[in-house]
């Protein structure tokens, strides 16, 4: 199969040296990546500038293709181009999106574009006025003609099991992926990496590692692409 996976998070400027970010490491982006080079896939890696990044393991037949993105603008067009001419069997969106960027930046009273100053005095008074993304998960499945399995990732933080459901059901209402894996910051936690695999006709795979995830995924993979071949 030929795989796209995202990892990271994205970064958005507020001047040339500060900026809005998320905590993503890419870790488990990088972790399903090699997993999938180590089975024989070929893997496009589209991993934030900051992010782990995936290398091919020994002995692997696949083949590793590694893009990088730093702000919400170039995430999205990179899914874009990749996305239609990339002839893909499955995109795997692990990235951590921003759901907002600044808008303007107003210091003093008086109002920049971000990173138009290349530095903000520290002495300064300042208002940041953010704006609202769009969701980009929604758009996978236009951008790849609709050939492509996609799945989704939801991460929540101290959530309980109620809301976890809630977040994963109003994603396949809203974007109709094919599965959505959900975890919770509060409970990763060095090599314990608790995730429930949810697919769209209501089955849930629960994994207790990445590794568990990964031959999860797999498997869900290998199944979309066998019936539409």
């Avoid at 040339?16 to 890696?45: K, M, P, Q, W």
């Avoid at 704006?131 to 492509?148: D, F, H, I, Q, V």
Wanted: glycine share 8%.
């Amino acid at each position: 199969m030929k795989i796209l996976i995202t990892g990271g998070g994205t970064e958005e400027p507020i001047d040339s040296v500060r900026s809005i970010c998320n905590i993503s490491t890419g870790r488990t982006a990088s972790f399903l990546a090699e997993y999938f080079l180590g089975r024989g896939h070929d893997v496009t890696a589209l991993m934030a500038h900051r992010a782990v990044v995936p290398s091919i393991p020994k002995n692997s037949s696949g083949t590793l293709t590694l893009l990088r993105y730093k702000t919400f603008a170039e995430l999205r067009a990179a899914l874009v181009t990749e996305c239609r001419s990339g002839g893909y069997n499955a995109v795997v969106h692990a990235a951590a999106v921003s759901d907002y960027s600044p808008a303007t930046v107003e210091i003093d009273g008086k109002t920049f574009a971000p990173g138009e100053i290349l530095k903000l005095p520290s002495d300064s008074n300042l208002t940041i006025r953010m704006k609202r993304n769009p969701k980009l998960l929604g758009s996978l499945r236009e951008w790849t003609g609709g050939t492509a399995t996609i799945v989704a990732f939801k991460l929540t933080s101290g959530a309980a099991r109620q809301e976890r459901e809630e977040a994963v059901g109003k994603l396949f209402r809203t974007s109709a992926p094919n599965a959505v894996v959900s975890n919770d910051l509060s409970e990763i936690s060095g090599d314990a990496h608790p995730s429930t695999l949810h697919h769209a006709d209501g089955r849930t795979t629960h994994c207790a590692t990445l590794e568990e995830l990964a031959a999860a995924l797999e498997s869900l993979l290998v199944t979309f692409y066998g019936r539409k071949r």
